[in-house]
């Protein structure tokens, strides 16, 4: 994610991933790591070894074939490299890496308590392998589009945020769920650095949140998913840019006004609520036109809503101008 502000924590424009140098880093550390023969499984992905996720056995979940791809799925191999999780950079890098799939290994995923409050008819805590008995599990295949004009297709397994919004059993009042992830500074070193208004938090509509296509992910490549991508639970969003997608939630609030969010706060210009991808509002900064696609390597045009128009256009008709509501 890359920001405007003149303050400490900015990002140069020129810090947006070359994906040449990304790969030849990637093929580097891929070989030093096999040769010290360290974390590498399966297809390449790092796990912490000694660490089974109690909800393995719930693996491999059905396909849901209504949510598929026109593009290749991108190995593991590089998605599970190749991950924005910035409570895991070191405060000092100031690049960025995505490579902190080592780091992330030291957030304990059990127990992992979630706190459901706000405009709800009773407020209650629910660990995640309780939240699991209780909803339907499966695999769809999403399109994932980040900010920083990189996509990726991957194999996501979960369950609607529907069903949760069910379970929270929601007041009238209630027009927005708002969400955020744990906060522990131990083991996640970027969240040492004032610069960010930790922890991370994103919000969106209910009816965003009760929409078909919102999905809270546990499980990726058909196995639960690996803490780089945001282990135990994440949101999916495929319609809006990458960092509507909060990783490890720890919380949902629901609100009758809508709430400050994380990088709305740090660069409110750059970063807004809707956040929804349309190829004709760039970045303030760069072109939102087209996207790399990290698994094929290859350049394709954006699509509005990332190719979701169907699914989702309903929500946003009657509102300000397309622009204007697409990235505020
Ligand atoms: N959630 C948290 N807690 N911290 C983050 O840094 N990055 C966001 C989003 N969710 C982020 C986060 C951004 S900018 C993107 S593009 C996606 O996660 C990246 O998800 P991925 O690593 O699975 O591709």
């Known amino acids: 994610m890359l920001i405007r502000s003149k303050r400490s924590w900015e990002l140069p424009e020129s810090m947006v991933t070359d994906e040449a140098v990304f790969f030849n880093r990637r093929k580097f550390l891929t070989g030093s790591m096999a040769t010290a023969g360290i974390g590498l ?17 719930l693996y491999p979940v059905p396909n849901n074939p209504a949510y598929t791809a026109d593009r290749a799925i991108a190995p593991e191999s590089i998605t599970s490299y190749y991950n924005n999780f910035y409570e895991f950079n070191s405060p000092y890098d100031f690049s960025f890496s995505k490579n902190i799939a080592d780091e992330a290994q030291a957030l304990p995923i059990r127990p992992w308590e979630i706190r459901i409050d706000g405009e709800v008819e009773k407020s209650f805590t629910i660990g995640i392998d309780e939240l699991l008995s209780k909803v339907s599990l499966e695999e769809r295949i999403y399109r994932h589009r980040c900010v920083e004009a990189w996509s990726m297709v991957v194999p996501w397994a979960g369950f609607q945020m529907s069903e949760l919004v069910k379970l929270a059993n929601p007041l009238s009042s209630a027009k927005f769920v708002y969400m955020e992830t744990f906060l522990n500074p131990e083991v996640a070193p970027g969240q040492k650095t004032k610069s960010y208004p930790w922890p991370y938090r994103e919000a969106i509509t209910i009816e965003e949140a009760t929409n078909e296509l919102a999905f809270l992910v546990t499980g990726v490549y058909n196995k639960p998913m690996l803490k780089q991508y945001g282990a135990p639970l994440r949101l999916a969003l495929p319609w809006k840019y990458g960092f509507k997608s909060i990783k490890s939630i720890v919380r949902f609030r629901f609100d009758s006004s809508e709430p400050e969010t994380f990088w709305h706060e740090v660069a409110p210009r750059e970063y807004g609520f809707w956040a929804n991808v349309n190829p004709k509002v760039p970045h303030r900064r760069w072109s939102q036109a087209t996207e790399r696609d990290i698994g094929t390597r290859e350049r394709f045009p954006t699509k509005l809503f990332n190719g979701y128009e169907e699914q989702v256009a309903h929500l946003y008709t009657g509102m300000e101008s397309l622009g204007k509501t697409l990235y505020r």
């Open 41 to 57: 499984i399966g297809a390449g992905a790092p796990t912490a070894v000694a660490e089974v996720d109690p909800s393995a056995g």
